[in-house]
DNA sequence: TCGCATTGTTGCCATTGTGACAACAATATA
DNA sequence: TATATTGTTGTCACAATGGCAACAATGCGA
């Protein structure tokens, strides 16, 4: 381990605020990270850590040494990307991170085509609703719904991803088919809820193109996307769900869409997010694939919806869509 | 040595363009060099350099990583100046490159006292009068005549140094005290030339303020300075010289200032050169300490001079003198 | 207030990766 | 064509490195 490496080694103590969960992080001893720290103090000749055996703080002139181990980061990161980007053939490890639902069901399939081309790249996906820092954990391509602008990261559109409202036929017998808005927010309803972050109400245009808002009658939250599908298809509740979590309900006549003339806020957009402009070929591959597996003009959720094009015919269509 | 340190030794063998020669700088085996490339070239997937056992020259790849190697390096070597500026007691080694005159005449005396002053600092003083990469050579000081813009070094006025014209009582006995520019110009001279660029033309001010030049009929020539002084004070010709090439010759009335109501242009100011705003404690007292020894307002060379100020009453002050 | 558990430190030791050496191969120059 | 220079490769001894385990210090909870 040579003075970089124990630069970075403080930068991930200073960024745990800990010895021992720096030492797990880099798969090392703890020991490992004392005696390196310590080094990395006498070569530099100041001491840049204030540490008890419980707490630990920066020192000031720790605190400007941390900003010069961000920026030998990003250097190094971005020379292993530089590199990546002149190979000809892809290689080495892809590091994926994507929300738990559109993982399972779409990135998932991409792994296994992917790796069917290219078996000797390695890959690794990790799924998590939370955002994380692409960066700072090394992945080389994210999948998120929504745009975040406060990053340094690159994001690309990959899919539209539309609110619907769906129920059960068997539902929709029993309580009504609702063909207004005052009669939709009567009926019991599942919606998404994660994190504190409660969904109950939905932005919409009406026909004069002034906002309003549809406040549900929310009986059902939960974080599971799948489980808004199943709330639906047993025929308690209606759910607002997005076109991506539906399967073949609709094909197969457990689901039906409701209120389809109502023009809803887009909402989820699918992007694809790396952390620098110029891709590696490896990720450039992935995104290829992955975009032949959730349809090249149209998302293949709406393709399982018959007719979707003409009963969401009062839609704005998103700028572009990308074609890899 | 990681990564990080064979991105370095890359680019060492590429601003070197030689295996070997990057090996001698590195104090390093041949063979390290060449496996260490290799290993280099399989961590990032690509071909950096294209070799025959006589000739290398970069690949596209190369160029861009070696962009990145140079980032790097910048990134490194704040860090450690960081370091430094943080330091409480002055510690480490300095390495000071100086043109060779002024570096034999003054630096050398500064070195001495430093070392009294701080005998844990190791010191390593490189004489050279042809400008240096002090970055890419590490040093912490440079001391220059005159200024060089296109660098991206810290400059610093350390004294002003003017241009004299001297000569022994018994050669302008027997030729004759010139009196104007014209019996000046009869008069053989030497003159300071280094690497092709002869000085025979001085610029100087008339006294309505126009430019004029001084044509010397140049009869000697050389690179060493002191050879100047020795060639005035023989008798033979006059000499240009800048007043810190003076040692006692004219307090021991073997040299004597002419022309001086010429207002000659100023020319070779002496600058303190660093890689950074930030001093380091060590660098910071070493200047404190070389601005003892050639004079905090008035430069030591022109003390040694009688009614100095007097005698070139007629040019310009350098617009500051620096006090530590 | 006391005890426990967590966290950083230190000394010791085996292991592994490292760099030196030397022979080899290739090519530019004389 | 011969020679010297320069990059490559295989082998081997050795030292630095990182893991282990015991220790010390301290914050938190009971």
Redesign the interface.
């Known amino acids: 381990?040579?003075?970089?490496?124990r630069?970075l080694l403080f930068l991930r103590v200073a960024e745990s605020k800990s010895f021992t969960s720096a030492a797990e992080q880099m798969q090392v001893n703890r020991s490992m990270v004392s005696k390196q720290i310590h080094k990395l103090e006498n070569e530099?000749?100041?001491r840049l850590l204030n540490r008890t055996t419980r707490s630990m703080s920066l020192t000031?002139?720790g605190n400007?040494?941390l900003v010069?181990?961000k920026?030998?980061r990003t250097?190094?990161d971005?020379?292993?990307l530089?590199?990546?980007c002149?190979?000809t053939k892809p290689?080495?490890s892809l590091r994926i991170n994507s929300t738990c639902h559109f993982g399972r069901h779409y990135v998932q399939k991409a792994v296994v085509q992917y790796q069917k081309l290219y078996p000797e790249i390695s890959i690794e996906l990790r799924l998590e609703d939370k955002m994380v820092d692409l960066i700072a954990e090394n992945f080389d391509l994210g999948f998120r719904t929504g745009y975040s602008a406060d990053s340094s990261l690159i994001y690309r559109e990959l899919a539209r991803n539309r609110l619907l409202i769906v129920a059960s036929p068997d539902f929709l017998q029993r309580r009504g088919t609702p063909q207004s808005v005052a009669e939709l927010e009567q009926l019991p309803a599942a919606v998404y809820s994660s994190n504190g972050s409660l969904m109950d109400k939905f932005k919409y245009y009406e026909s004069n193109g002034e906002e309003s808002y549809i406040h549900l009658n929310v009986v059902y939250k939960t974080n599971e996307q799948d489980g808004l599908i199943e709330a639906a298809v047993t025929g308690n509740m209606l759910s607002v769900v997005t076109a991506s979590m539906i399967n073949n309900e609709i094909l197969e006549g457990k689901l039906v869409p409701v209120m389809t003339h109502i023009n809803l806020a887009d909402f989820g957009t699918f992007y694809a997010v790396y952390p620098h402009r110029d891709l590696p070929l490896k990720s450039r591959l992935f995104l290829g694939v992955i975009q032949k597996v959730i349809g090249e003009r149209v998302p293949i959720w709406e393709q399982r919806i018959p007719d979707f094009e003409k009963l969401y015919v009062n839609r704005s269509v998103p700028s572009a869509l990308i074609s890899s």
Not at 1 to 5: A, D, I, K, N, Q
């Open positions: 381990m040579g003075f970089t490496e630069l530099l000749g100041i000031s002139a400007e040494i010069q181990a920026r030998l250097v190094l971005e020379t292993r530089q590199a990546q002149f190979h290689m080495g």
